[in-house]
């Protein structure tokens, strides 16, 4: 089933680190190669890693066919994109010049619009639109929330991870409220899931808490996977490569259901602000009957 228009997916988390450029990616190869679908992935972060990682570091002319040339010169989307390594996968590239973004947009009447006005007439070119963005609360993560259907919010299975998140959940509801009334929360994602006590009670953990919160947890987890850091070296996405079983398994299963949420226009409740106040504050105090476990003999703190 082909979505009516494009769905666009914003990526984001304000903490570094944490996979979100690798779930990017990763779906964005699945969704193109093994399902078919016609995607664009814009790259707004100045590292320019899903530039890298989609294969087309070399493919762009770097005056013309960048994500700077088109905001500040306000081109069209089809005017800057160039076709990836893979099929049905298009990239609008990231450069450093992006770094200038924030003082050269971020007092601008037209900062929250860059996107919409990048975008018109994409939805009715693709499929999905993914949105790899810096982590940072910043001018290119606030217009790219504005323009978005949905934001997912990649993170790892441990307390450090959830550092920031009231705080960026909290920017993307403001979006909703003053600019994009369509915007949705698709959930949270895990990855570099480990099989050991620590991440079983973790995820268990904010499973509950997210759930109270209104907030999905994204299943299944990405089993932690040396394909990730492979497919880096070699400038590719890990499920791209035959020795990525595990990775490949679990990112083909997130993104069948994240397809049959954003297809079937699932509806998301808001997030509860207060309540993810909550689920932080816990975490700092670390309660005792939530993140204490047993291994063995030795019990083990999670914080």
């Known amino acids: 089933m082909r979505p009516s228009k494009a769905q666009i997916i914003t990526f984001a988390n304000i903490k570094g680190g944490v996979g979100k450029t690798t779930a990017v990616t990763n779906i964005a190869y699945l969704l193109g190669v093994e399902f078919g679908k016609k995607v664009l992935v814009i790259d707004a972060d100045d590292q320019g890693n899903a530039t890298k990682a989609l294969g087309v570091r070399d493919r762009f002319d770097r005056r013309e066919e960048t994500l700077w040339a088109a905001l500040s010169r306000k081109l069209s989307f089809d005017q800057v994109m160039v076709e990836s390594a893979f099929a049905n996968i298009w990239v609008i590239s990231s450069t450093k010049e992006l770094k200038n973004a924030q003082t050269e947009f971020g007092r601008s009447a037209r900062g929250l619009k860059l996107f919409k006005h990048l975008l ?16 940072q609360v910043n001018i290119l993560l606030q217009a790219a929330l504005a323009a978005s259907h949905w934001y997912l919010i990649p993170s790892f299975p441990e307390p450090d991870s959830y550092d920031g998140f009231l705080d960026l959940v909290s920017e993307c509801e403001e979006i909703c409220d003053e ?28 499973g509950k808490h997210l759930k109270q919160a209104r907030v999905q947890l994204l299943k299944p987890g990405i ?31 997130l993104t069948k259901s994240l397809m049959k949420a954003v297809e079937a226009g699932a509806k998301a409740p808001r997030p509860d ?16 009957e939530d993140l204490l476990i047993e291994d063995g003999i030795q019990e083990i703190n999670l914080l």
Do not use: W
């Open 223 to 253: 089993r932690v996977s040396n394909a990730v850091a492979t497919g880096s070296l070699h400038s590719c996405p890990a499920v791209s490569l035959a020795s990525a079983h595990s990775v490949k398994e679990d990112y083909r299963k």
């Open 179 to 206: 600019e994009n009334d369509q915007l949705k929360c698709l959930g949270v994602m895990l990855s570099c899931v480990k099989k050991i006590p620590a991440h079983e009670s973790y995820i268990k953990f904010i």
């Open 120 to 135: 018109k007439g994409a939805t009715n070119q693709f499929d999905y639109i993914l949105i790899d963005t810096k982590p």
């Open 273 to 288: 602000l207060p309540r993810l106040g909550v689920v932080k504050d816990n975490l700092a105090q670390g309660h005792e």
